[in-house]
């Protein structure tokens, strides 16, 4: 496999395993070489030099005991022998010492041997017969003087002693060289360690720098190309596969923001020549709106002079000519003087109807519970004749035009009392709670309700559910009341739950000022 093509966590571990072992191989050389220098100082420190001394003690103890028996010799004193028993007792130990020291050194153990052999044949040749005769035949002083076979036995015995401690001490120079190298090889090994330990820091430095640090400098550079607005750039990486994938990545996702960009770009412009021509729509649609108001508004009050006179002359030849006619021209007399009313009505609502929000007065504080109450007395003597019951609970005060709103609340109870049920005293409920930041009023009765299917037709401007004859009116009550709550910035529904009568429910803004004072209601169950 190329190397070029590795990952960079690959380069890495390979690098550390290279580095591992080296220092492996290091280690165990040190391990053995620091092994050699500790046995060979032990050697040196607890053999070779005690061995040492132990020669030059037995040399010491040799002169000793030749000393003692010449003295004994002379005097023939057995106290003269003391000093030659101890230092044979000495010698004896020495030997066995020396014996146990040099036990691994077969050369020198047998020095050791060979010295035993010299020191016993004096004893045993020279002076164990000298001590016998003159412990017979009493001191001499002929007897003390040193002969050639004493003097060759003695001189045999220390040559030995001497060659011990020759080759002791040749032998301890070479293990202290020995301990001396093996040093110096500790120090070259842990100097070669230090060297690639250092050399693998400088080696990892580099590659991080070259795998690493520069690929992603010169990443960092193509994407702040990029990120100045320069989107079409494309961005190439180098070094180890995880930034060269990481790169084509990056332009991966270069390539799909620029492509959505370029496409809210293109939908920004759409918006844009959509709001544009919505707002000349909504221009135009408000100029169109003010113009139909204006004309509705002039139309309705221009046909009020006509219509009056219409209808003025059409009721005077009901007065005058009833019942001078045959049967039939006094029905279309009828028909024409109830046409002209009904056509005064709906021109009266329509004018009512354009005026919604084109006069007005402003918005003032305004207490609900006061424009119910004169609501209702708009219909007192039609509650009385039926018995009807009209209740509410404590209602809020907001902002808006107390005509519309008493509007508003005269059509809702006219309705009310309108639509009522043959079979039921009337019952009318107003009642109010707050949602969030509005408040949502409520009129409920108990009449003869409104199919599901109609609960948004009945809000159309002069759509009937009914019939002239069975209910009488012009269709534009409940349109009325609707623009008037989106005047005021609310919106009207009727409740589908209601399963008797019809339940109106419509919101209006809680004030701002007044948002703390309005916040508690009071809701009243009505039986």
């Keep these: 496999m190329n190397p070029t093509t590795w990952s960079l966590w690959r380069r890495i571990i390979a690098l550390c395993a290279i580095v591992a072992g080296l220092l492996g191989l290091i280690a165990v050389s040190a391990t053995v070489t620091a092994g050699t220098n500790r046995a060979d100082t032990t050697k040196v420190m607890d053999r070779l030099t005690p061995a040492l001394v132990n020669a030059e003690q037995l040399y010491s103890q040799l002169l000793r005991q030749q000393t003692s028996v010449r003295t004994f010799l002379l005097t023939g004193k057995e106290s003269d022998l003391d000093t030659y028993k101890a230092a044979q007792q000495s010698e004896t130990e020495i030997l066995a010492d020396s014996e146990r020291l040099l036990s691994d050194e077969p050369d020198l153990l047998a020095a050791v041997h060979d010295i035993a052999a010299a020191t016993s044949q004096y004893r045993r040749e020279i002076t164990e017969p000298l001590i016998a005769q003159t412990r017979s035949d009493g001191p001499s002083a002929e007897r003390a003087t040193p002969t050639d076979t004493s003097r060759a036995v003695y001189t045999a015995a220390s040559d030995r002693i001497n060659t011990l401690r020759t080759a002791l001490s040749t032998r301890r120079d070479a293990v202290a060289a020995q301990v001396r190298s093996s040093g110096n090889m500790l120090i070259l090994l842990l100097v070669f360690a230090g060297i690639v330990i250092i050399v693998a820091g400088v080696a990892l430095a580099l590659l991080l720098r070259r795998l690493v640090t520069r690929p992603v400098t010169e990443l960092a550079a193509e994407v702040r190309i990029v990120a100045a607005g320069n989107y079409d750039h494309e961005i190439t990486g180098g070094g180890p596969p995880e930034l060269a994938a990481l790169a084509a990545d990056v332009d991966t996702m270069r390539r799909r923001i620029n492509t959505e960009l370029q496409d809210v770009v293109e939908a920004r412009r759409l918006v844009?020549?959509?709001?544009?021509?919505?707002?000349?729509?909504?221009?135009?649609?408000?100029?169109?709106?003010?113009d139909l108001e204006q004309f509705a508004y002039v139309a309705s009050h221009d046909l009020q002079e006509p219509l009056r006179k219409v209808a003025s002359f059409c009721q005077l030849l009901q007065r005058r000519y009833a019942r001078q006619l045959d049967e039939r021209a006094d029905q279309y007399i009828a028909?024409?003087?109830?046409?002209?009313?009904?056509m005064q009505r709906l021109i009266n609502d329509l004018l009512a109807f354009s005026r919604i929000g084109r006069l007005t007065s402003g918005f003032n504080d305004i207490d609900l519970n006061t424009v119910v109450v004169d609501a209702a007395e708009q219909f007192e003597s039609q509650r009385a004749a039926v018995g009807a019951e009209i209740t509410f609970t404590e209602l809020p005060v907001v902002r808006g035009e107390e005509p519309l709103l008493g509007a508003l609340f005269s059509n809702l109870i006219g309705n009310a009392l309108k639509f009522r049920h043959?079979?039921?005293?009337?019952?009318?409920i107003v009642d109010s709670r707050r949602v969030g930041d509005e408040y949502e009023i409520s009129v409920e009765d108990n009449g003869i309700g409104i199919e599901p299917e109609f609960a948004d037709k009945v809000f159309v401007i002069f759509q009937r559910?009914?019939?002239?004859?069975?209910?009488?009116?012009?269709?534009?009550?409940?349109?009325?009341?609707?623009?008037?709550?989106?005047?005021?910035g609310g919106r009207i529904w009727i409740d589908p739950s209601q399963t008797e009568g019809t339940l109106f429910r419509f919101t209006l803004p809680v004030p701002v000022l007044d948002d703390d004072a309005a916040a508690p209601l009071l809701e009243e169950s009505v039986s």
Excluded: C, W
Aim: net charge positive; aromatic share 6%; hydrophobic share 35%.
């Design 335 to 342: 028909f024409a003087v109830d046409g002209a009313q009904r």
């Design 272 to 290: 844009e020549e959509a709001n544009r021509m919505l707002e000349q729509q909504a221009a135009e649609l408000t100029r169109s709106n003010r």
């Design 465 to 488: 559910l009914h019939a002239k004859d069975a209910y009488p009116g012009t269709g534009i009550g409940l349109a009325i009341a609707k623009k008037i709550v989106e005047y005021h």
């Design 422 to 428: 043959p079979d039921r005293t009337p019952r009318i």
